[in-house]
């Protein structure tokens, strides 16, 4: 695994110094070395200006541009960088509601903080190696959030508003 991750390189984004050293040693063990580390969501923009970057891990709750804001720009703002980018949400508040914001915000994949290296692993593995596709709806861009398909589906359109997107295409 360590020398499909030597490539990456990553965008760790995280207010707390102590927090982005433990995330740092972690993906040090998976051998990803190409890791520059800012405090928050506003440095993160800036840095995915001067440089590609593979993947984002962000923390959630950061002042003054937090993790959800963060995705939101990057998924959303006419000037993103990389609209596609994968990003990691990682939040010691892992709330039901946490987590519906961050996906709805276009996150990736989501971790809940302690983070063990086992877990922020498996999901850059994820990411990486099974990324799903990407959806334009009205008012949301980014990975699919949908996790599986329903048992009995038969038929392509899967949103409510794909039967008005088919009489469309038929037309």
């Not at 804001?69 to 939040?91: G, H």
Request: net charge positive.
């Amino acid at each position: 695994m360590s020398s499909a991750f030597q490539a990456l390189q990553i965008l760790l984004i995280d207010d707390n110094q102590h927090m982005r050293a433990i995330t740092s040693t972690i993906l040090g063990s998976a051998g990803i070395r190409r890791i520059r580390e800012v405090n928050d969501g506003s440095e993160a923009l800036q840095a995915l200006r001067e440089q590609p970057i593979d993947l984002a891990i962000v923390d959630f709750n950061m002042f003054p541009l937090d993790g959800v804001e963060f995705t939101r720009l990057v998924r959303n703002s006419p000037d993103s960088a990389n609209p596609y980018l994968p990003i990691i949400m990682m939040t010691g508040h892992s709330e039901r509601t946490r987590v519906t914001e961050a996906r709805d915000a276009g996150v990736t994949e989501f971790v809940a903080k302690p983070i063990t290296a086992k877990a922020i692993l498996s999901r850059i593995q994820a990411v990486i190696f099974h990324p799903r596709p990407f959806v334009k709806s009205g008012d949301y861009f980014g990975p699919c959030r949908r996790r599986t398909t329903g048992f009995g589906y038969k038929g392509p359109w899967r949103r409510s508003t794909d039967e008005a997107n088919q009489s469309e295409s038929v037309a």
